[in-house]
């Protein structure tokens, strides 16, 4: 059974930073691109980073590049996610998520994942 557990959300102000983890189990873990995800209210979930199985290929749509950064330990099974300089817009919860792709650019902008996390919420006050 996989298993993939988020942890790391809160509350923060502007300008401030939160480190997400997600851990993994059940699956061969450095086998699989793995992704983090968001949803805010009232909008559809958008990938935010994607990270590729084993040789360190990441994507990262626009809105976050130079402020978040995506790595993975695959000694721990375990994906994480820098976020810095967060504002407002950045609130939502946040997903992790894996598959078995090569293919990180398309998992990212079509928010398409064999499997997901339960999410963590991330919100940040202005």
């Known amino acids: ?26 699956l061969a873990f450095d086998n699989y ?48 996610l820098q976020m810095n300089s967060l504002k407002p817009e950045d609130t939502g919860v946040y997903y992790c998520a894996a598959d078995p792709t090569w293919g990180i650019q398309a998992m990212c902008i079509m928010a398409d994942a064999n499997y997901w996390g339960q999410g963590t919420q991330v919100t940040v006050s202005s």
Do not use: H
Not at 35 to 48: H, I
Not at 51 to 62: E, K, V
Not at 64 to 75: E, H, L, Q
């Open 33 to 80: 691109a793995m992704g983090w995800f968001r949803q805010a209210p009232g909008k559809e979930r958008e990938g935010v980073s994607c990270i590729s199985s084993s040789d360190g290929n990441t994507y990262y749509a626009d809105s976050v590049k130079g402020r978040f950064t995506i790595s993975r330990d695959n000694a721990k099974n375990t994906v994480y």
């Open 1 to 26: 059974q996989v298993q993939l557990v988020e942890s790391g959300g809160g509350l923060v102000q502007a300008g401030g930073s939160l480190r997400l983890s997600c851990a993994a189990s059940g």
